[in-house]
């Protein structure tokens, strides 16, 4: 079946400081892919997501790259802020009626 | 549009006592499901519905009922409450057809005592 491994937090990162959070899944034909935040004592939104191999989803600051050749979705940002400090989901949307979601990191950024 | 909301923020029950949780959408969703989280745990997948009168079961069913009688409304039944279901509930929904990106509802924090 359908699966999406994230990397494990909690990730620590200064204000500023550049961000990468590993995300690779596992699926048959061609899903979407996803990712979403959770700020704390809320629910998941929708940050940013890739349809197709290669196309680079983008919002708010944060990119990430759909790569079918490695099966990875990874989301970067450049420069950190104090209120980026959530917790990441990776997930994908196959054939099925249901998503598959990682287990999510959380992001720590100190000032 | 109001998205998806949920009702109670927060409930606490003691352990047998039933409640439902609340969850409407606005949106002329057809799929809607629940979730519940976890620490350490990500989100699990309770129950889910396609469209109205139509329901099956999550990854972690058990404990839980739900119907789907209008496309807006999902509630989620308690049956008898267990410590084990103190957690975060989440509700969801999306279009069948299109877009594929799920809107969650802001969440209900269960305390079972």
């Known amino acids: 079946g359908d699966s999406v491994t994230q990397m494990e937090g909690p990730v620590t990162l200064s204000e500023e400081a550049f961000l990468t959070i590993n995300c690779t899944y596992t699926a048959t034909g061609y899903p979407s892919l996803f990712w979403y935040v959770q700020y704390p004592g809320e629910g998941l939104q929708l940050l940013l997501k890739a349809t197709k191999a290669d196309d680079k989803g983008s919002n708010k600051g944060f990119e990430a790259t759909y790569r079918k050749e490695t099966t990875s979705f990874h989301l970067e940002k450049g420069s950190v802020q104090v209120s980026d400090s959530a917790v990441y989901f990776c997930a994908l949307k196959g054939g099925s009626y249901i998503p598959t979601f990682g287990r999510g990191t959380s992001l720590i950024v100190h000032p | 549009n109001a998205g998806v909301t949920q009702t109670p923020k927060f409930q606490v029950l003691k352990t047998g006592q039933s409640m439902t949780l609340q969850c409407a959408q606005d949106m002329n969703h057809e799929y809607m499901s629940w979730y519940r989280q976890d620490p350490g745990m990500g989100l699990r997948l309770i129950h889910y519905?396609?469209?109205?009168?139509?329901?099956d079961q999550g990854e972690v069913p058990n404990g839980y009922n739900v119907s789907r009688s209008t496309t807006e409304d999902f509630p989620l039944r308690l049956l008898s409450a267990a410590p084990s279901q103190t957690s975060v509930y989440f509700c969801?929904?999306?279009?069948?057809?299109?877009?594929?990106?799920?809107?969650f509802g802001p969440g209900t924090r269960l305390t079972v005592t």
């Open positions: 519905s396609v469209g109205a009168g139509i329901t």
């Open positions: 969801a929904s999306r279009l069948l057809r299109g877009g594929d990106e799920q809107y």
